[in-house]
């Protein structure tokens, strides 16, 4: 995994339904039969537009972290974890919010200091104690962000398929409703595999999508 970029690449609905054939209950000498693109049908629907909207937010937040960690590597172990904390914090209240700003602007200014006493040509000892202090503290930073990382990805990882098994769940519940107030015979989930003729049911599915509760 690249640590530099943790991000879940876009918000598509695994087929879990494609191909399978959903029966409306209705069966005779009228067949009729309809198809569903599921995944167009959650996308365009309010539902799909806020769980891209929510992974988009839960990704920036976990990239924010990770970016200035490793802007400004100099951070103690408190100040990462408080960091992490309220970065991830969702609402962030006013106090919390001015807290997280006060941790940002200390481990700026000892970000710059630390590179000022790089510079430095002739360090005293309490600058060279400082410097190996800064150092433990880049080392310790360094394998949180790899830890953290990880651990991001795998949370996102987690998010985005609760959010596809509850959409396709609430997609699958559409398609039966309509199957059964419209009396189709059987309504294909994946249009590839319809019969010609099919109706296509996926504006209607993700209408029923947005009027959900």
Same mark, same amino acid.
């Given at each position: 995994?690249?640590?530099?970029?943790?991000?879940?690449?876009g918000?598509?609905?695994?087929?879990v339904?494609? &191909?399978?054939?959903?029966?409306?209950?209705?069966?005779?000498a009228?067949d009729?039969? &309809? +198809?569903?693109?599921?995944? !167009?049908?959650?996308?365009?629907?309010?539902? &799909?537009?806020?769980?891209?909207?929510?992974?988009d937010?839960?990704?920036?937040?976990?990239? &924010?972290v %990770?970016?200035?960690?490793?802007?400004?590597?100099v951070?103690t172990?408190?100040?990462?974890?408080?960091?992490?904390n309220?970065?991830?914090?969702?609402?962030?209240?006013?106090?919390?919010?001015?807290? @997280?700003?006060?941790?940002?602007e200390? +481990?700026? !200014?000892?970000?710059?200091?630390?590179?000022?006493?790089?510079?430095?040509?002739?360090?005293?000892?309490?600058?060279?104690?400082?410097?190996?202090?800064?150092?433990?503290?880049?080392?310790?930073?360094?394998? @949180?962000?790899?830890?953290?990382?990880?651990?991001?990805y795998?949370?996102?990882?987690?998010?985005?398929?609760?959010? %596809?098994?509850?959409a +396709?769940?609430?997609?699958?519940?559409?398609?039966?409703? %309509?199957? !059964?107030?419209?009396?189709?015979? @059987?309504?294909?989930?994946?249009?590839?595999?319809?019969v010609?003729?099919a109706?296509?049911?996926t504006?209607?599915v993700?209408?029923?999508?947005?009027?959900a509760?």
């Amino acid at each position: 995994m690249n640590q530099n970029k943790i991000s879940m690449a876009g918000w598509l609905v695994a087929a879990v339904l494609g &191909g399978v054939v959903l029966t409306g209950g209705f069966q005779g000498a009228q067949d009729k039969f &309809g +198809v569903v693109d599921v995944n !167009k049908a959650v996308v365009d629907s309010e539902m &799909g537009k806020k769980n891209r909207e929510k992974m988009d937010a839960e990704s920036v937040a976990r990239q &924010g972290v %990770i970016d200035f960690m490793q802007t400004h590597r100099v951070l103690t172990i408190e100040q990462a974890q408080k960091l992490k904390n309220l970065s991830l914090k969702t609402p962030i209240s006013a106090t919390e919010k001015a807290e @997280l700003d006060k941790v940002k602007e200390e +481990v700026v !200014k000892a970000a710059k200091n630390f590179d000022t006493l790089n510079q430095k040509p002739n360090p005293t000892d309490d600058d060279r104690n400082l410097l190996q202090e800064y150092n433990n503290r880049v080392q310790n930073t360094g394998a @949180l962000v790899q830890e953290w990382g990880q651990s991001f990805y795998n949370e996102l990882a987690t998010l985005k398929e609760n959010l %596809i098994q509850e959409a +396709v769940k609430k997609a699958d519940a559409s398609i039966k409703d %309509i199957s !059964k107030k419209d009396g189709y015979t @059987l309504v294909f989930s994946s249009p590839g595999a319809c019969v010609y003729g099919a109706n296509d049911l996926t504006e209607a599915v993700t209408k029923s999508l947005n009027a959900a509760k």
